[in-house]
T-cell receptor, first 113, second 113 residues
Framework: QKEVEQDPGPLSVPEGAIVSLNCTYS??????FMWYRQYSRKGPELLMY????GNKEDGRFTAQVDKSSKYISLFIRDSQPSDSATYLC?????????????FGKGTLLTVNP | DADVTQTPRNRITKTGKRIMLECSQT?????MYWYRQDPGLGLRLIYY???????NKGEISDGYSVSRQAQAKFSLSLESAIPNQTALYFC????????????FGPGTRLTVL
């Protein structure tokens, strides 16, 4: 079983839709959970960061972590064409190996006008 | 100006050639990383450095070497390039705080013929 699983998509939605992106993981030691957004031919940029379980909201974006189910989600409300990108989940331990990010393979999202 | 810069942005080279990719950062971070990104395989860690004198292999270091010339500069070398090293290469930095969030450069697209 891979440490982090992410559906690669592609996912295509109309403008204004609510988008749900998800990752599952197997390593119960993961404590930090991140979502990166990567536009075509660009580097990943940090979108959301969550420590341990719970929800975090930033504008149209909400990140959820359910450690009991080993499941994380990113919700995008009122999606816009500018949200079209690949979304990568990433996670890591705390403690001595906390440098090591484990990435999902990314979900390609297209928001159609 | 960008916080993390990479040069060159695009490079085409031939099998057997030596090539160096350079990364510079103005974020003042101690930690620097080199990743490669391949379709279907996601981001994989090649090398990482916690400071100028601390350099470590990542999960796919074979065929690569690195040099940390200064806190702000971290170079990746391919001693004898081969076609399966064709990929997108990203440099990242982090500041060893609790979240140790990684910030990525814009990437170098390398093609080995």
């Amino acid at each position: 079983q891979k440490e982090v699983e992410q559906d690669p998509g592609p996912l295509s939605v109309p403008e204004g839709a609510i988008v749900s992106l998800n990752c599952t993981y197997s390593n119960s030691a993961f404590q930090y959970f991140m979502w990166y957004r990567q536009y075509s031919r660009k580097g990943p940029e940090l979108l959301m960061y969550t420590y341990s379980s719970g929800n975090k909201e930033d504008g149209r974006f909400t990140a959820q972590v359910d450690k009991s189910s080993k499941y994380i989600s990113l919700f995008i409300r009122d999606s816009q064409p500018s949200d079209s990108a690949t979304y990568l989940c990433a996670m890591k331990n705390s403690g001595g190996s906390n440098y090591k990010l484990t990435f999902g393979k990314g979900t390609l999202l297209t928001v159609n006008p | 100006d960008a916080d993390v810069t990479q040069t060159p942005r695009n490079r085409i080279t031939k099998t057997g050639k030596r090539i160096m990719l350079e990364c510079s950062q103005t974020k003042g971070h101690d930690r620097m990383y080199w990743y490669r990104q391949d379709p279907g395989l996601g981001l994989r860690l090649i090398y990482y450095s916690f400071d100028v004198k601390d350099i470590n292999k990542g999960e796919i270091s074979d065929g690569y070497s690195v040099s940390r010339q200064a806190q702000a500069k971290f170079s990746l070398s391919l001693e004898s390039a081969i076609p399966n090293q064709t990929a997108l290469y990203f440099c990242a930095t982090s500041d060893r705080t609790g979240s140790d969030t990684q910030y990525f450069g814009p990437g170098t697209r390398l093609t080995v013929l």
